[in-house]
Each structure stands twice: as structure tokens, then as C-alpha cells.
């Protein structure tokens, strides 16, 4: 019943059109550029699949609905979270509304499905999807990801938890999925490497109905938890933790989605304190992000998280990427070469690509405060230009197997 | 030791909550021989509902009964307007309710939005329990309390009331009913709306520890099969029980074989109906 496909102009690009065919030097086609949003709009993820949508139409309202001086259309398709619709719908883009350049989707598991398509097709896509692979062992070379791969952040915070906090025994938690286990597995790697010991890993299943058998089981001598859950599981997660009355005996600490602000808007003094990592706060301050913030607050009445200011940062890229050829957006060859070489300041910070097309950026420990009478993830420590294979060698990290339950091995469960 | 006596409770915790989903889900199935597929759908908008009664500034009690009073008239509707059009036409009923979810599952989306919106645990029930140097979540006992209740209300409704007899007769013989005089149409909506209600009640109850989310409405309507398809259709107590076993099988399950979670959790039914297709405690063959 969703309206599945819309098309939205702005206002403002509308209203050039005029200008544009009245002769004045434009040194391009009439044409506008075409950029597909692939969006969740309806079912669980639709949360974060808003989100996306909404921090594209702010970059576009406050750009005039234009980049490199050419006005964009925005055609923006509903997966519903399915893989087989994301496929189906990423054609419709490519072959029906003939867009030049993609952005989306959400999961990870819809842009796996994508993926061939996409080499087939050579579509250049700016992803906000997390799955190592797509950027390590098996590159597209039509995909960049301006956000953070799924270990990309907790390596930062297990550098953090055992260097920093001093942690030394600690627990991992995360969904039952290639998401989880690759964080939580990036998180043991790194901790484990500086003396810390994790001593019990838990992955309950995606859509675990409550955590009460979970609760029960966590080892009462860890230092903390990390809680590598994405969605709203982590913060039912450490509701039902309290309920269990193990508030302020348990120290938590999370992943880069376990407490994003999209969640944070619907949590009480619960979440004060927690410390979490993620390479974006809505209360992070740089040039931009202080007008990006407030603006998104503005328009739709709460903070940008994860995903408002995923594709915010990817439409920055974009254009900065579409301005250094010319706004030849027709020329993909060019434009992916041009996304490769990106180096541009945006909402998240100074955006670089390393070779497989991974973002190399800052990383941010954020904490939980209370500013103004709502909760924000204030930034306390700032991690700079972080690639997605930490302080390894890139040849040696790729040359072990990709991140799981069981690689790298944990050697210290008790 | 602790944790076996910890996971015990949280057994009977996830078994009243499951209780409380499955008994209207369990009614209607008996009665009209529907699996309405939006149980799910409707336990979703019954924790919705209690949300936004108690933005209202109404307590959970009111705002459970408040949930359950409105789910129950749209439960009502829907059988009087939709599925009564399709009487005789079971596959299509079945259908028609798997449409309904979806179209309530968005209607949600629309309403409420994509968030999780946590439902609050009442004040004198925030603060966990100590005894015999056990912790547990006080609202999770209550929750054990309510399905008690519930299942008790339930059984005298069934077993001592006019109404009770009625649908005893209908889900034994439906032909028979008629003949001697029950109104079946009468009996349907009426089932059809405490069923709904049930699915209200269970989701504002529910809501302190599940929350109100997308997605709920699957989540949940899978576990409500597998405790009828255990239980036996047409069978409270069975329901009640399969309810409990559930609970069991599931918290212990994840505690101690976490990686087979969803194994577990299905491997009996699949077992019941290959074995024992009428259920635990049923009469009626799935």
C-alpha cells in the first residue's frame, strides 16, 4: 500500500529550470543529474530508512536542489528492507529512471544482493551498508563507503576500553548477524592485542523477544560489556539489564549503533554515561555539523544519527566529487575516479578513500549527556583518519580470514 | 545455581507473556477455524495504544485496558465488515487476515512512526527484587500474575457461563450449534472481539518489556503459532501449557545452546505435528 517510487524536484531546482533555458553560460546539458536513493520506508528498518532520506532532502534544500551547478533530481525507491525488492528496485533506477549515480541501500544484506548488479552495470554507488568484504576481500570497484565498515569503529573502542578505560576482562554482545559478529570480533582483535581479555561472547538472535536468559548468563566479574547491537536492541538490551537491577554494577560501553541518536531520542537517564564509538555525533563540532545539526533538529524535531547523517555526508561527497570533473555526471568512469580521490571536509569530519574505497576518517568515543533537556553523544575523544584495517598492513590483514564468530579466535572465554 | 533458579523464572516470565499472546489467538482458531494472521498486528497496535493512552498520562492498568477495549472493536470490525464476506471460503479468511496485518503493521508506521518507543515499567514495580539472594525484575512476576489471572477468567468464562457453553459447542460441532438454535454470527464477532482483546491486553502488558516496534507484529505472531500448533487448536489449557513448555524450552535453549536459538524454539512443533497432529491437549487435527 506504500507509495513504493517517488520522484521529488525541489522546489527550487524547479523554479531554475527557467533560469537554466533562458541562455545564461551553463556549461552543461539542460539535464538535471539523476541520483537514486535506495531507502527503507516501510517495515522494521524504516526507522533508519527515513532518516537517509531526510538528510539527502536537507543537503538539497540547502543547496538549492543543485550540485555542481546542475540541478538534481532525487528519485527515491523503497526496498522495504528485502533484498529481492532492493535488486528490483536498484534496476528500476538504473534501466527505467536512467539515474546516473546511486546512493543506499541501508542493509548490508541489500547491498550484497546489489553487488553484481551494480559491477554489471557500472553504476557508482555511495554506500552507507557496513559488510567488511564489499571493501576488503572482494572490492567493487563502483562502491565507496563514506561511513565505516563494521569493525572500522571497534577496533577504536577496544583501543579505548583497554588503553584508556584500562579494561581488562570484558564481555561482547551483539546480534546474531555477519554485522555483530564482525564487530564484535574486530573489538576482540584489537583488545585483546593490548592485554585485555574477552572472557564471554554472546550473540543472541536478531530478533530476540526479550534478553532475560542472556541477562542471566553474563559473568558478574567482567569490567564491562560491549554491546555491538544495531536497531533498537541495545537499548532493550540495557533497560532489561537495569530491570535485572545490574544498573551501575555492569559498566557498559557500545558499538557504533548500540545507542545512535535516533535511538537515544526515546531513552531516559538509563543511557547517562554510557560511552559509545561511531565516526559521527549529532553534537560533534566542525563548521558544518554545527549548521547540519541544528538544521536537521529544525526541519524534523530531533538529531541526525547514523543514517540522517550517512547520506548527508555521502551527498557532500558527491558533489564535491561532481564539481572536480565538471558536473559531467554522464562520465562514469570519471566520476568514480573522482569519488576515489575524494578529500573533502564534511559534516563527519576530513573525508579520505583508502584504495578499496573505504572511508579513511575520524573516529569519535562519544558519551551520553544530557544537553538542553534531551540526551546527545557528546564527543570526549577523537580518533583521526582511521582506516577500515586500524594500525594493520592492509596485505596482512586481508590476508586472514574476513571477521566472524570464530576468527579471530577467542582463546581467553572462561 | 543461582542461574538455574534465574532462568526458571524468566521461563514462566516468557510463558505468561506467551500466554496472554496466544489465548485470543487460540479462541478464534478453535471457534472459526481461521488462523487470524493478525494476531500479530493487532498485539502490535494494542502496545501502540497503551503508548499513547499513557502519553495521556494515563497509568499501564488504564492504558491496558484501553488498548484492549480499542483492539477489540477493531478486531470486531474487522470480522463483521471483511471476514463475514468471505464466510466458507477458510483459505481466503486466512488471507484476508494476512492482509489486514501488513495494512496494520503500516498504518502503525504512519501513526507512530519507524522508532522503538519504550513503554515505562510502572514506578512500584521499576525496582528489581531480592530474595534469597535472588535478583529478578519485579514487573516480570506481575506479568506471571496477570496470565495467571487471565487464564483463570478465561477458564470460568469457558466452562461456567452460557457464553462459555456456546462456544464449547460451536468449536465441537459447528452445524450442530446451529441446529439447536446458537447464533453463529453472534458468536463469531463476539469471539472475534475477545480475541482481539486478548491480543490488546498482551501487548500493552507486554510493552514494558518488549517495547512498541516495527516488526513486533512477526515477531510475534510466529511465536503464537508455535504455542497453538503445541497447545492443540481448540484447547485453552493446552494453549496455557504449550504457553509455559514454550517459555522453557526457549529460555534454556538460548541459555545453554544459544547458537540453536530458533532450532529449538521450532523443533517441537515440527515434532507435534508430524507425531501428534491434533497437539498437546487438542481434538482438531491442524
Known sequence: MAIDRRQFLQGAAAAGVGVAYSGLSLAQTNEPIRLGLLTVKTGPLASGGIDMERGLELYMKEHGGMMAGRKVEVIVADTGGVPATALTKTQELVERSKVHVLTGPLAAFEALAIDDYIRAQKMPILSVAAAEDMTQRKPNPWFVRATSSSSQCSHVMAHYCATVLKYKRMILIADDIAYGQEMNAGFQRVFEENGGKVIQKLFPPLTTPEYGSFIAQLKKDADAIFLGFAGSNGFRFIRQLNEFGSAGKMKIVGGMTALDESVLRNMGDEALGIPTVCWYSADLNNPINVKFAPSFRKAYGYDPGYYGAGTYVNAEILNAALVSIGGKAENKDALMAALKKTNVQTARGPVTFDTYGNVVGNIYIRKVERKDGRLVNSVVHTYPDVSQFWKYDPKAFLANPVYSRDWPPAKNLE | ?286
Open chain 2, 1 to 286: 545455581m543461582q542461574f538455574w533458579q534465574i532462568q526458571a523464572l524468566n521461563s514462566f516470565a516468557l510463558g505468561g507473556l506467551l500466554f496472554l499472546l496466544s489465548s485470543g489467538f487460540a479462541l478464534i482458531f478453535g471457534l472459526m477455524r481461521i488462523a487470524n494472521l493478525t494476531h500479530g498486528a493487532l498485539f502490535m497496535l494494542g502496545a501502540y495504544v497503551a503508548v499513547t493512552a499513557m502519553r495521556f498520562e494515563a497509568g499501564l492498568a488504564v492504558a491496558a485496558l484501553c488498548a484492549a477495549l480499542v483492539v477489540g472493536v477493531v478486531g470486531g470490525l474487522i470480522e463483521r465488515l471483511i471476514l463475514r464476506r468471505i464466510s466458507g471460503n477458510a483459505q481466503g479468511q486466512v488471507l484476508a487476515t494476512l492482509g489486514i496485518s501488513f495494512i496494520t503493521a503500516d498504518f502503525c508506521l504512519i501513526v507512530w512512526g519507524g522508532d522503538t518507543i519504550p513503554i515505562q515499567t510502572p514506578a512500584m514495580f521499576q525496582a528489581p527484587l531480592h530474595f534469597m539472594g535472588l535478583t529478578f525484575p519485579t514487573y516480570r512476576l506481575v506479568v506471571i500474575g496477570i496470565a495467571v489471572v487471565v487464564a483463570i477468567i478465561l477458564y470460568l468464562l469457558m466452562e461456567r457461563t452460557r457464553l462459555g457453553a456456546m462456544i464449547r459447542a460451536g468449536v465441537d460441532d459447528m452445524q450442530m450449534a446451529r441446529a439447536v438454535g446458537i447464533r453463529a454470527s453472534a458468536l463469531f464477532t463476539t469471539v472475534f472481539c475477545l480475541g482481539a482483546f486478548l491480543a490488546g491486553l498482551g501487548g500493552a502488558v507486554g510493552g514494558p518489556i518488549f517495547s512498541a516496534y516495527p516488526g513486533l507484529d512477526s515477531d510475534m505472531l510466529s511465536l503464537a503459532l508455535i504455542v497453538v500448533i503445541l497447545g492443540g487448536i481448540g484447547s485453552l489449557i493446552g494453549t496455557f501449557v504449550a504457553s509455559f513448555i514454550i517459555g522453557f524450552i526457549y529460555t534454556f535453549g538460548t541459555a545453554l545452546l544459544p547458537d540453536l536459538a530458533y532450532v529449538i524454539l521450532f523443533l517441537p512443533m515440527v515434532i507435534v505435528i508430524a507425531f501428534r497432529p491434533t497437539g498437546l491437549f487438542g481434538t482438531i487435527r491442524t
